[in-house]
T-cell receptor, first 115, second 112 residues
Framework: GAVVSQHPSWVICKSGTSVKIECRSL??????MFWYRQFPKQSLMLMAT?????????EQGVEKDKFLINHASLTLSTLTVTSAHPEDSSFYIC???????????FGSGTRLTVV | QKEVEQDPGPLSVPEGAIVSLNCTYS??????FMWYRQYSRKGPELLMY????GNKEDGRFTAQVDKSSKYISLFIRDSQPSDSATYLC????????????FGKGTKLTVNP
C-alpha cells in the first residue's frame, strides 16, 4: 500500500532557530501533499496544501512566512518552521495523495518542542 | 453549525463488544468518506474509504454512508484492546487533491 515517511519523528530546538520537517512518499508520486498541526486531544488542523511545482496554499490564519512549505518533487515536501517559539510546539503531520489513490496517506508525525 | 460533527466521547466498551461510531455532516457536496484510526502520538491510519452512499465491509470493520441523512457510521465487531485509539471521520467533495474535512475524533477504549 501507499507509504508516507516523515522525519524526524521528534525534535527539540531552541527558541529563535529554524526546524525542517520532511515528508516523503515512498512508493507513489504524490501530486498533492497536506500539512497539519494537531494539539493534544484535538483533531487535525490543516495548515496548507501543496501541489508539486506550485506555491503552497495556506489556510486562513497560518503565517506563510513562518511556516515555509516546499514541494519540489513528486516524492518530497518539506515544512520549515522559521524562528520557532515555544507556542509553535505541537505535533505536525503530513499527508499525501495522487489521482487513483484511495484515501489520503499520512506520515507518522513530528513532535516539535521549542525550548 | 460545523461542517462535520463527531461525538468526542470518550467511549469505553468491554472486549468483544460491537462498537458504533458516527458522524453527521452538513455539506451535501461531500462524496468521499473515510475513517481513520489514530494511536497516541502517531499519524492517522486509513481504515475505510467509501464513495457515495452504501456499505463497505473489511474484516471486523463496516462503514455505512447515508447521504440522504448526511450520516456516516463505522461499526467494529468483536472489538479488541488493540482497537483502543481515536477514530476520525473525514470527507471531501472530490477525489484527487481536495482537502479533507475532519470530525473531532472519538476516543475509544476497549477493556480486556
Amino acid at each position: 500500500g501507499a507509504v508516507v515517511s516523515q522525519h524526524p519523528s521528534w525534535v527539540i530546538c531552541k527558541s529563535g532557530t529554524s526546524v525542517k520537517i520532511e515528508c516523503r512518499s515512498l512508493d507513489f508520486q504524490a501530486t498533492t501533499m497536506f500539512w497539519y498541526r494537531q494539539f493534544p486531544k484535538q483533531s487535525l488542523m490543516l495548515m496548507a496544501t501543496s501541489n508539486e511545482g506550485s506555491k503552497a496554499t495556506y489556510e486562513q490564519g497560518v503565517e506563510k512566512d513562518k511556516f515555509l512549505i516546499n514541494h519540489a518533487s513528486l516524492t518530497l515536501s518539506t515544512l520549515t518552521v522559521t524562528s520557532a517559539h515555544p507556542e509553535d510546539s505541537s505535533f505536525y503531520i503530513c499527508s499525501a495523495t495522487t489521482p487513483g489513490l484511495y484515501g489520503y496517506t499520512f506520515g507518522s508525525g513530528t513532535r516539535l518542542t521549542v525550548v | 453549525q460545523k461542517e462535520v460533527e463527531q461525538d468526542p466521547g470518550p467511549l469505553s466498551v468491554p472486549e468483544g463488544a460491537i462498537v458504533s461510531l458516527n458522524c453527521t455532516y452538513s455539506n451535501s457536496a461531500f462524496q468521499y468518506f473515510m475513517w481513520y484510526r489514530q494511536y497516541s502520538r502517531k499519524g492517522p491510519e486509513l481504515l475505510m474509504y467509501t464513495y457515495s452512499s452504501g456499505n463497505k465491509e473489511d474484516g471486523r470493520f463496516t462503514a455505512q454512508v447515508d447521504k440522504s441523512s448526511k450520516y456516516i457510521s463505522l461499526f467494529i465487531r468483536d472489538s479488541q484492546p488493540s482497537d483502543s485509539a481515536t477514530y476520525l471521520c473525514a470527507m471531501s467533495g472530490g477525489g484527487g487533491s481536495e482537502k479533507l474535512v475532519f470530525g473531532k475524533g472519538t476516543k475509544l477504549t476497549v477493556n480486556p
